[in-house]
Nanobody
Framework: QVQLVETGGRLVQAGGSLRLSCAASGRIFSSYVMGWFRQAPGKERESVAAADWGFKSTYVTDSVKGRFTISRGNTENTVYLQMNSLKPEDTAVYYC?????????????????WGQGTQVTVSS
């Protein structure tokens, strides 16, 4: 079993920055994929970013490209989502997800484990 804990969400003004962290613990093997998803009120959950365990492959969705970056955390099995130039439409609950294996995955049904989510609210 794998546990994921997201932190860093809060209220921020438009144009501001936030860094979300996701810490994974438990039975994590050498190959895994970390993904960030978000779900805004009344909308479906969407993929935001993903990276394989070695960060040889990364993905950022077009709507946040140039503003959001997925990166390796300072401690083992930790991933960051750096969010700059935030917009009100970035307001959502942000989820961290993990898939055991390799590659890059975009669909939530492909992921094996999920965190509880962290709320990001961007005020205009």
């Amino acid at each position: 079993q794998v546990q994921l804990v997201e932190t860093g969400g809060r209220l921020v003004q438009a144009g501001g920055s936030l860094r979300l962290s996701c810490a994974a613990s438990g039975r994590i093997f050498s190959s895994y994929v970390m993904g960030w998803f978000r779900q805004a009120p009344g909308k479906e959950r969407e993929s935001v970013a993903a990276a394989d365990w070695g960060f040889k492959s990364t993905y950022v969705t077009d709507s946040v490209k140039g503003r959001f970056t997925i990166s390796r955390g300072n401690t083992e099995n930790t991933v960051y989502l750096q969010m700059n130039s935030l917009k009100p439409e970035d307001t959502a609950v942000y989820y961290c997800a993990l898939k055991l294996g390799s590659g890059i995955y975009y669909h939530e049904e492909e992921y094996d484990f999920w965190g509880q989510g962290t709320q990001v609210t961007v005020s205009s």
